[in-house]
């Protein structure tokens, strides 16, 4: 397994990749991300977090720093691969507050139904999925009522309008929404959608 962890560390530096990690869009994609959440939600005891779609596992990781000693993530994800590296690499380094990984795909039957305040769908996780508005419903199924969706996507892949139209005709609430358009080749937004019923935050 060790092997496997190295190869998945040098897989994030190697040219295919390397490039857009180290690229100033992709920092700043993560510094706006991380700081709207820290930001925008109260961590209160006990706070129970989902996120849907590990890929390189760091919004996880730093999901699980954040809430260390006040809260737990569960972290979901479709690929058995991603999920066990995830789950290695958070042993192996030691994280202090490791999320419960759950390896299915968010349209399973068996997701946690109700369990979480905060649900976050981050990047490209939505697309990957192949179905926008059955995404964004099961991401509201694992909400408690009165919990939150924060939603991050690449304006050009998710349009603003497409989210916006959605929610419209679902009976949750569009709270917020942020674009973010200081690097035009790579702009996004990051919205914050609340489930009817008694707010938990
Ligand atoms: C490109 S990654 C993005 C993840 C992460 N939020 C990030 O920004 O690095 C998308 C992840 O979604 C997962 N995924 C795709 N379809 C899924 C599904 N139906 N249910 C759960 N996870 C899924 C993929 O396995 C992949 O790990």
Known sequence: MDEKLLNYYLELRSPDSGEWN?????????????????????????????NVGIGMGDWDNYLGYWLNGRGTVTSIDINKAICEIFE????????????????????????PAAEFEIVTLIGSAINETGNFN????????????????????????????????YIRSTEHQMEELNTYDAFPEYPFYICKIKKPGETTL
């Open 88 to 111: 290695y690499r958070q042993r192996r380094e030691g994280h202090p507050n490791p999320s419960k990984v759950l390896c299915m795909s968010i349209f399973d039957e068996g997701v």
């Open 22 to 50: 180290l690229s100033p869009q992709c920092l700043h994609t993560e510094l706006i991300t991380r700081d709207y959440i820290s930001k925008s939600f109260a961590v209160t005891n006990s706070l129970q977090v989902c």
């Open 134 to 165: 059955k995404c964004l419903d099961s991401c509201f199924g694992l909400l408690k009522p009165g919990g939150h969706l924060m939603f991050m996507a690449n304006t050009r892949k998710s349009p603003v309008e497409m989210v916006e139209q």
